[in-house]
T-cell receptor, first 113, second 113 residues
Framework: GQQLNQSPQSMFIQEGEDVSMNCTSS?????WLWYKQEPGEGPVLLIA?????ELTSNGRLTAQFGITRKDSFLNISASIPSDVGIYFC?????????????FGQGTTLQVKP | KAGVTQTPRYLIKTRGQQVTLSCSPI?????VSWYQQTPGQGLQFLFE???????NKGNFPGRFSGRQFSNSRSEMNVSTLELGDSALYLC????????????FGEGSRLTVL
């Protein structure tokens, strides 16, 4: 089936550093989304992207919808300890708007104060 | 505004039993999606309901079923439980026009012994 390849699998960084993670697919996606999950909680939506080439920011987070529609990246600037968690990319191939998403395997981020 | 509520949060069952999980979406959200999260397979789409109708279904056996009520609340059922069904089951709701922007509950953690 369709898969999203998310990398890196994990990151251990120093507080204040910038972070970059990305997702690639062999299939074209119509929507890319980025979620963050903390222990004991469900994923929380960070950024949604709907158009190829779109660059969207949410505070210190910036994400882009790749021109080929087969990839997306998420950057976090000036990381802080509360950025710790698992970050998931998700894509939607459906042309209609549905809740059916394909998720990447996640990037586990640890931040050292 | 109350978030997505899932009950029960934790449950333990034995092989062969069946289980029903409940989800109350955010008020005004008519789309409810269910996902299974495991360490090995990650987040996988189970099914989506909109206006009491199943709109999408993932690649899970028929033992997994669901339904949605007129107040948008949803239930999912797993019959003849297997050890591999142990997982975190996440419910997510979304607005009709932004169905990919999911708001997740905290999940129901099922352990099958």
């Amino acid at each position: 089936g369709q898969q999203l390849n998310q990398s890196p699998q994990s990151m251990f960084i120093q507080e204040g550093e910038d972070v970059s993670m990305n997702c690639t697919s062999s299939s074209i996606f119509n929507t890319w989304l980025w979620y963050k999950q903390e222990p004991g909680e469900g994923p929380v939506l960070l950024i949604a992207l709907y158009k190829a080439g779109e660059l969207t920011s949410n505070g210190r987070l910036t994400a882009q919808f790749g021109i080929t529609r087969k990839d997306s990246f998420l950057n976090i600037s000036a990381s802080i300890p509360s950025d710790v968690g698992i970050y998931f990319c998700a894509g939607q191939t459906e042309t209609s708007n549905t809740g059916k998403l394909i998720f990447g395997q996640g990037t586990t981020l640890q931040v050292k104060p | 505004k109350a978030g997505v509520t899932q009950t029960p949060r934790y449950l333990i069952k034995t092989r062969g039993q069946q289980v029903t999980l409940s989800c109350s979406p955010i008020s005004g959200h008519r789309s409810v999606s269910w996902y299974q999260q495991t360490p090995g397979q990650g987040l996988q789409f189970l099914f989506e309901y909109f206006s009491e109708t199943q709109r999408n279904k993932g690649n899970f056996p028929g033992r997994f079923s669901g339904r949605q009520f007129s107040n948008s609340r949803s239930e999912m059922n797993v019959s003849t439980l297997e050890l591999g069904d142990s997982a975190l089951y996440l419910c997510a709701s979304s607005l009709a026009g932004l169905a990919g922007e999911l708001f997740f509950g905290e999940g129901s953690r099922l352990t099958v012994l």
